[in-house]
């Protein structure tokens, strides 16, 4: 059971990377128009 | 005379001396109906203002001032002092504020859903071992969930602390202030507990209280966006406004239709009585009497004289009148927008939303308070346990949401089905409508010419038409539409000065250096034989008569369809201006039961107050100018396409599409609406009724309570999301 203290440590750890990859994705404009992407393959326009 | 002018005209500049300047302010940090009430309490109090509106769908305050006391820029910065950002209408890239609120919106609900689940990560184990586990572990599960709950409480939480200083300096206990009241109180008591290393964590609860917040407020600004996308796609829709523009040719004014925007500055233009001023401009004419009372407030109408400014928007109320323009009218837009949603009188189930945010916050603290106190005696800790989740699971949300939130969709369901919603009130008394007066000509029915019978040998038949053609450029009635378009293209057009309207009899003016009379027989003084039929119009000069005109009319394509929807929910009548044996043809066609013909502007109003009076709920569907007055006085007034601008600024919903239909679909629209409003004040009431005895009971601890919260204006959110969905793709009628 000693391993909890490295495993949650760890959590935290992950919990931060994954945190500052949700930031990064979201102020990359990636969650702001969820339809476009799915609509395109019926688009017949080619831009 | 001279002297009466300058008298005149001085009484005029004291008028606008005294008159008020109306602002539109977009407020977009706007965050729920409460703020709408707050900033409008904020504002009401400054010297100067007269009236003060904050529309929460559209994010737009609209406040009418006097201008000597206040300018649009103090305005700005008391709003801003109010803690909003503040900005005239129209000014900023809205699109680039909306991305950066949706990114706001997205992280802050991310952020902390993701930090509420690791923590629950980290408690649960706690509360399912208890006393079992080893004492070594427990400090460092419950040091774990602190860092996770830091970042909610630090970064996610701050539109709450923010939403609490507003209402601080309001001295306001408003729905934030609650809110941040419970989060102080769970995150302090934890902290106190894990520094003493005894009692219970409420990280989770604070963090999953946050996070469900934060989720249901998301969820509420979609929507939000959604209904602005759709009403703002209707403001350009209704900017396809024509103007009639006289551009002089030989001597003469010549008449034209001219898009609205394809104005320029300095041209001539004619507004008929029942128009409303296209563009700014300066008055031509000796006089004009303007309806203002849109712009201004001002409910009499304004006398102008010749050289005085006419504000766009304004409405002719006297006789047809000329003016220069001064102002493009794209310059004049914001003016124009106005017109569209004009509702200072508020709803009854948004007024009581406001009282409700105002006195349940101030009720549900004293509630909090009385429990800790009472339950003192029974160890601190289970006071504060108590208190706390009182605190949380009381919801002013649910109960604040209930009805603005589905007034929002309200406005962008109508629009959708072709219907603009100009005064919030009426959508209450839409779906309690149980009688229906109709008028007949251009509502119902699209009148034509039948027959042209020449009574003078000498005049050619093709002069006598571009007579009459010329004649009814004054008038303002789909009849007169009907003589100067579309069936004279062949004539010749005429010139005519001096032209005189009278609603509901006939027009005259002067062509040719001849005054010529045309109208119903009793205007023109006919006594030919066929004088008494009323379906002839006739045409005179100053010798005689000249020719009759045989109107026919047919009914609008889905007339039926419309009468026999409004014939499910009341009574249907139709009240015309036109002759009495005419309006029981029409509505025997249509086949309904009563018909009230030969009604003056005033008759019909007085029949609109007769049904009031035996306790029904009116609606008045009319497009004229002498609907006008009916208009005014009925519970419900719908003006339909193509209405004249004094029929549609007296009207509570505006018909955009050509359907009549649109009208019937509305009135179960609004059916649906007020039921979802009634079931969400029930539910919420109910909600806060249960849980809050049960968190005095100790029957919910605080987690539970926190998403019981959550929950309870989720159901809100959810039930005002049955309306249906808005798109803007439909709006292409």
Redesign the interface.
Known sequence: MESLFILIPLALVLAVIIGAAFWWSTSSGQFEDLDAAGKSIVDDDDR | MPEVALARSAAVEECVGASTETSVIDVLDMHCAACAVLIEDGLRPLAGVTQVRVHYATQRARVAFDPALLSTTKLLAHIERLGYTANVADSLDRKAIV?AQ??RH??GF??SA??AM?VM??TVPRFIAGADM?PE?AP??DW?AF??VL?VIAWSARPFYRGAMREFKLRRLGMDSAIVLGIVTAFAGSMWHLLAATGVLYFDSVAMFVALLLGVRWLEWEQRERNYEVIQSTNTHEQDAVATRITLVDGFDRAEEVNVSRLNIGDRLWVRTGEAIPVDGALESDTALCDESLLTGESSAVLHVRGEVLVAGAINSGAMLTMRTTATAESSTSRRLTMLADDAVKPGALALADVVARYFMPAMLLVAGATFFAMLPQGVNIAAERAIAVLIISCPCALALAAPAAYARAFAGLLNRGLVLRRAVALERLAKADAFLLDKTGTLSTPSVIAVEMLRPEVREYDALSIVGALEGAANHPLAAALRQGNFSTAQPRNACDLEWTPGAGVSGVIDGTRYRFGRADFVGSRAEGARDDALLWLADERGLVCSLRMGETPREDAQALVDALKRRGSVEILSGDDPTKAAHMASRLNIAHSLGGHTPEQKAIRVQQLQREGRVTVMIGDGVNDAISLAGADVSIAVRGATDAARARADLVCISDRLQAISEGIGYARRVVSVVRLNFAWAIAYNLVAIPFAVAGIVNPLIASVGMAASSAVVMLNVMRLGSVDRARLKH
């Open positions: 991305r949706r990114r997205i992280w991310g952020l993701f930090c690791q990560m980290v080893e572990f460092l599960l774990a860092a996770l970042p």
